[in-house]
């Protein structure tokens, strides 16, 4: 039991000395450690689901900054009617403006 202790820090200290590269870290186990073996084909299929799943997020991304800007649009707009509407409730309207209507 001893053994294995001094085994397993001794592996620590290894991958400690060697900085934990992310390359490493992914490949790294300690004797005893409860692993997960997973197939080739199921790999591929969850990083497709990974690839996939980024697509979407993406996709909404774009589909929220479309609606931002067009909330933006509206709001000028908005303001700009508010200011023509105030115009004309206060003051007698130009020329030129009633042609517009």
Not at 24 to 49: A, C, M, W
């Amino acid at each position: 039991m001893a053994e294995e202790i001094r085994d397993d820090l001794q592996s620590i200290l290894i991958n400690k000395k060697d900085g934990y590269e992310r390359r490493l870290q992914d490949n790294f186990t300690l004797p005893g450690e409860l692993t997960v073996t997973i197939t080739l084909g199921e790999y591929r299929k969850l990083v497709s689901h990974d690839a996939n799943t980024k697509a979407i997020i993406d996709k909404k991304e774009k589909e929220r900054w479309d609606y931002y800007m067009e909330n933006e649009k509206l709001k000028k707009e908005n303001a700009a009617l508010k200011e023509r509407l105030l115009k004309y409730v206060t003051e007698e309207p130009t020329e030129s403006e009633k042609e517009e209507e």
